[in-house]
């Protein structure tokens, strides 16, 4: 199976600022890497597929980059709707795997 | 629009078998673009992908569960369900199904959510 390392686990931040998460695959996968986004009770919502297409609907601060084994999700200047929680995804081979969550809060 | 909506006991015992469907409006599960996903999440924890069904009837499964799990499809309710039998205490956790965009050999990523199901396994 290939493991998704996420860091950090947590962050606080304030609005407007720029955040950046890091995904960390075992293996290579090209850019087979999605992002989500959690609220509390609530699905993930897909932001970012192909580490890098923006999904439709998602605002355009919100990007991703990388390839191979390192991947990053960016939000350029932080809403107060962008406090949350981001899981990256592998769609490279099954079975499908996500990683562990980066939670976003209120400085 | 399209929308996902789980359905099912919210409470099943040790040893049992859970069973949840779900129900599609607003795109086929004989769609040739996606496999249609379960994925848990337990409380407070990460997500895990169970597996998934493309509209030919070929299954894809998480080794985690495989061997307690099925997923099939109902093309005539526009449905497709998820059994695990044998449950335990760890299997209690939020149950998303979700339309997966797909790549090969099973792999994809999903693009819509239903908004989840929490069953607890409990006596």
């Known amino acids: 199976d290939i493991q998704m390392t996420q860091s950090p686990s947590s962050l606080s931040a304030s609005v407007g600022d720029r955040v950046t998460i890091t995904c960390r695959a075992s293996q290579r996968i090209t850019t087979y890497l999605n992002w989500y986004q959690q609220k509390p009770g609530k699905a993930p919502k897909l932001l970012i597929y192909?580490?890098?297409s923006l999904q439709s609907g998602v605002p355009s601060r919100f990007s991703g980059s990388g390839s191979g084994t390192d991947f990053t999700l960016t939000i350029s200047s932080l809403q107060p709707e962008d406090f949350a929680t981001y899981f990256c995804q592998q769609s490279y081979s099954i079975p499908l795997t996500f990683g562990g969550g980066t939670k976003v809060d209120i400085k | 629009q399209l929308q996902l909506q789980e359905s099912g006991p919210g409470l099943v015992k040790p040893s049992e078998t859970l069973s949840l469907t779900c129900t599609v409006s607003g795109d086929s599960i004989t769609s040739t673009s996606y496999y249609w996903a379960w994925i848990r999440q337990p409380p407070g924890k990460g997500l895990e992908w169970i597996g998934s069904?493309?509209?030919?009837?070929?299954?894809f499964y998480n080794p985690t569960v495989k061997s307690r799990v099925t997923i099939s499809g109902d093309t005539s309710k526009n449905q497709f369900s998820l059994k695990l039998k044998s449950v335990i205490a760890a299997d209690t956790a939020i149950y998303y199904c979700?339309?997966?965009?797909?790549?090969?050999?099973?792999?994809?990523?999903?693009?819509?959510w239903g908004q989840g199901t929490l069953v607890t396994v409990s006596s």
């Open positions: 192909a580490a890098s």
């Open positions: 979700a339309r997966c965009d797909r790549y090969s050999g099973g792999s994809c990523y999903p693009d819509y």
């Open positions: 069904i493309y509209y030919t009837g070929s299954t």
